[in-house]
C-alpha cells in the first residue's frame, strides 16, 4: 500500500488523481441502464409464471436436455480449446516464421465474424456432403453436422480465440530465465514445459476458458445451422428460449434465460476463485 | 406488460420504425408491412405495382417498405412496437396474437374478403430428380428408409402447415384416429434428421447440403427453389390431397390511426384483391383467389383437394393448442422413453 494515507474522519481516501466522481458517476450509470436494469428485467419477468410454474418450466425433460446439451457442450468445447489455446499462443509468440502476423490476426476473425456466417461455413463444411464431413464419415462412421458433435465444433470455433487471447499475452510476458534455470537443473523440455511454464499460464488459462465457456453458453447463431436441433438430442438452450418467444411465452422464455444466467454465474465464481487460488500459491 | 425485458429488442425495433417511418407523414407517405419470409419476391414487385397505381389516381407517391422474417417473430416485433401499417402472416394465430394486445380489432379477419386471405397456397412435395424413392403421396413419406426434410413447427408458421396437413391424411386413412394420427406422426418425425427454425432454412438443408429424400415445402418455395437451383435436380411432386393455407393479411389499426395512413393502408390490401395484384400473385406461385386468373394459370397450380384448418381442426388457435402449444402433441412425440 503505497498510497496517501485515509486522512483521519474520512471515509474514503483522498484520491492523488482527479475526476473520481465524474469517472465512477459514467461507470455506475453504465452498469445501471445496460446491465442491471435489463437483468433485473429479466430476473422479475419469469414470476408471473409462480414459483411453481418456473419449477416446471425448468423441469421439463426437454428443458433439462437442452440445458445439459448447452452447458455440457460448452464445458466440452472449452476444454478442448484450452490445449489448442495455448498451442496456438506458443506458436504465435515463440517463433518468428513469415506470415506470423497475418496468422496473429487472423486468429481474431472469429470475434468479428457473425456467427451465422460461422454456422452456415461449418454446416457446409461439415455436412455428409460437405468437404470434411464426406470423408469423416466414410473413414471413421461418425457424422459430425446435425449431431451433438456438430454443436461441440460450433462452440469450439467461438470458444478457442478466448484461450488464444487471454494466454498470449502472458505467455510473451514470461521470462525465459525460469525456463533457462530448469534447463541448467538438468529438467528435460517435457518437464520445464510441465513444471515450470504452464503452471504460470494456469490462472490466465482459466480466465480464458471461462471466457470461452461463457460466451460458448449463450452461442446461438453459429449452433443453430449445424445442430440439426432435435429435441431431447441436439437442441440447445437458447433455441428453447425463441420456441417459448414464438408462442409469446415470454415468460417461460425467461425462466430458463434465467436459469442459465444463474448457472454460468455460479460456474464463473468457481473459476474465479480457483484462480485467484492458484495465483496467489503462484506468487 | 407485454414484452418489456427484452428491452434491446424493443430498441431495435424502435430505431427500425424510426428509420422507414419519418415523421412527415403529409408530404410523402410511408406504408410498412410486416411479412414473413417466402414472400419476399411477391411484394418486392407488388409494391411497385401498387405505387404506380396509387400516383395514377391522383395520391403522391408512397415509400413502401417491406419486412421479413419468420411469421411469429415479425408478429412479435409488431406488438413490440414496431410501427407496422399491414401486416401479411403466414397464418391466421399470429395476426391473432397481435389482436389480443388490441393493436387490431378482434373481428378483423372479417374485413376483407375470403377470411382476409387475398391468395392462397399449399404443401407440396420437392424431391430429387427421377423420384428415386418413389413418392407419391403423404403415406409414402413413412415408409421405411425415407427421410423427410421440414422446418420445426414450433419455429415455424411453414412446418406446421405441413404437420396439419400430414394429420389431415392421417385421420382419412381408413380406421383413422386422433390416436393413430399421433402415432403416424411420431413416425413422421422420427424419420426427420435435422429441424431447421424457419423455411429457408430447410430449404438450403434440402438442396445444398443434400440431406433427406422428400422436402415438405410452400408451393410457392418448392417452384421457387426448382428454378433458383436448376442445376440441383429438383422435382416437384403434388400428392392426392393437401391443405389449404390461408396466408392472411390486414391493417394495424392503433398504428395506421396514430400515423394518419389509414386509406392508404387499406387501398395497399384492396390492391392486392385487384386484377393486377392477383395476376402478380399467380406470377409468384401464390394461388390466386380470381377464378378467371386461376383459370388463366391453370397450368402452374394443378388442381388439387385441399382441406381447411377450420374443417379438420376447428380453427387455429384450437390446432395451435392442441398440437403446438407447451405440453401438447408435437411435445409429447418428444418425450424420452416412448
Not at chain 2, 427500425?16 to 407523414?25: E, G, I, M, S, T
Not at chain 2, 408451393?219 to 411432386?237: M, V
Not at chain 2, 390490401?269 to 378467371?292: C, I, M, T
Amino acid at each position: 500500500m503505497a498510497t496517501l494515507a485515509a486522512a483521519p474522519g474520512r471515509t474514503w481516501p483522498r484520491q492523488a488523481l482527479p475526476g473520481l466522481g465524474l469517472t465512477l458517476g459514467i461507470t455506475l450509470a453504465w452498469l445501471g441502464l445496460i446491465v442491471l436494469v435489463p437483468l433485473a428485467a429479466l430476473a422479475l419477468k419469469p414470476w408471473e409464471l409462480g414459483l411453481a410454474g418456473v419449477v416446471d418450466t425448468l423441469l421439463e425433460p426437454r428443458v433439462l436436455a437442452a440445458l445439459r446439451m448447452s452447458f455440457g457442450g460448452a464445458a466440452v468445447a472449452a476444454l478442448a480449446s484450452v490445449p489448442i489455446g495455448i498451442l496456438f499462443a506458443w506458436v504465435i509468440t515463440r517463433y518468428r516464421f513469415p506470415g506470423r502476423r497475418a496468422l496473429d490476426a487472423v486468429l481474431d476473425l472469429p470475434f468479428a465474424l457473425p456467427t451465422a456466417v460461422a454456422g452456415l461455413a461449418l454446416t457446409a463444411l461439415f455436412a455428409p456432403n460437405g468437404w470434411l464431413g464426406a470423408p469423416i464419415e466414410a473413414l471413421t462412421g461418425w457424422k459430425v453436422a446435425y449431431t451433438p458433435t456438430g454443436v461441440v465444433v460450433a462452440l469450439f470455433f467461438v470458444a478457442l480465440p478466448f484461450v488464444v487471447r487471454t494466454v498470449e499475452p502472458v505467455l510473451r510476458d514470461l521470462s525465459l530465465d525460469t525456463e533457462e534455470a530448469a534447463a541448467t537443473l538438468g529438467a528435460t523440455r517435457l518437464q520445464t514445459i510441465l513444471r515450470v511454464v504452464l503452471p504460470a499460464l494456469a490462472p490466465a488459462t482459466i480466465t480464458g476458458f471461462g471466457l470461452g465457456f461463457a460466451r460458448a453458453v449463450g452461442e446461438y447463431g453459429s449452433v443453430i445451422f449445424i445442430a440439426g436441433n432435435m429435441p431431447m438430442v441436439s437442441e440447445i438452450a437458447p433455441l428453447l428460449i425463441v420456441v417459448k418467444l414464438e408462442q409469446f411465452n415470454y415468460a417461460a422464455a425467461a425462466a430458463i434465460g434465467l436459469a442459465m444466467l444463474a448457472l454460468s454465474f455460479v460456474v464463473l465464481l468457481l473459476l474465479n476463485v480457483w484462480q485467484r487460488r492458484l495465483r496467489r500459491g503462484h506468487e | 406488460m407485454n414484452a418489456t425485458i427484452l428491452s434491446r429488442r424493443s430498441a431495435l425495433a424502435a430505431t427500425a420504425a424510426l428509420a422507414v417511418a419519418p415523421a412527415r407523414a403529409q408530404q410523402a407517405p410511408t406504408l410498412l408491412n410486416v411479412s414473413y419470409d417466402p414472400t419476399r419476391e411477391f411484394y418486392r414487385e407488388f409494391n411497385a405495382a401498387f405505387a404506380t397505381t396509387w400516383t395514377a389516381r391522383g395520391n403522391p407517391r408512397p415509400g413502401i417498405n417491406t419486412s421479413h422474417g419468420g411469421s411469429g417473430r415479425q408478429a412479435r416485433s409488431v406488438i413490440d412496437g414496431l410501427a407496422a401499417d399491414v401486416v401479411t402472416l403466414a397464418l391466421a394465430y399470429d395476426i391473432d396474437a397481435i389482436a389480443e394486445r388490441g393493436l387490431i380489432a378482434r373481428d378483423w379477419q372479417r374485413r376483407l374478403p375470403h377470411n382476409s386471405s387475398p391468395y392462397i397456397s399449399t404443401i407440396v412435395f420437392l424431391v430429387r430428380r427421377g423420384n428415386p424413392k418413389a413418392i407419391r403421396d403423404w403415406g409414402d413419406l413413412i415408409k421405411p428408409g425415407v427421410s423427410v426434410i421440414t422446418p420445426n413447427p414450433k419455429t415455424s408458421g411453414g412446418a406446421r402447415w405441413n404437420y396439419l396437413a400430414f394429420w389431415a391424411w392421417a385421420l382419412r386413412q381408413p380406421g383413422g384416429s386422433a390416436a393413430t394420427a399421433e402415432q403416424a406422426v411420431a413416425q413422421l418425425f422420427r424419420q426427420v434428421p435435422v429441424l431447421d427454425t424457419g423455411a429457408r432454412g430447410s430449404t438450403t438443408t434440402f438442396v445444398q447440403r443434400g440431406q433427406g429424400d422428400v422436402f415438405l415445402s410452400w408451393e410457392n418455395e418448392a417452384h421457387l427453389a426448382n428454378q433458383e437451383f436448376a442445376q440441383a435436380g429438383l422435382e416437384i411432386i403434388y400428392p392426392s390431397f393437401s391443405i389449404l393455407a390461408e396466408p392472411p393479411v390486414t391493417v394495424v389499426d392503433q398504428n395506421v390511426e396514430r400515423r394518419g395512413t389509414r386509406a392508404l393502408a387499406e387501398a395497399y390490401l384492396n390492391h392486392l384483391y385487384s386484377e393486377d395484384g392477383q395476376r402478380l400473385a399467380a406470377k409468384h406461385f401464390y394461388r390466386p383467389r380470381d377464378a378467371a386468373i386461376l383459370a388463366a394459370n391453370a397450368q402452374r397450380f394443378p388442381r388439387i383437394d385441399l382441406v381447411t384448418i377450420d374443417d379438420v381442426f376447428g380453427g387455429w388457435a384450437t390446432a395451435q393448442r392442441t398440437h403446438f402449444d407447451d405440453g401438447g402433441v408435437f411435445d409429447r412425440i418428444y418425450r424420452p422413453g416412448r
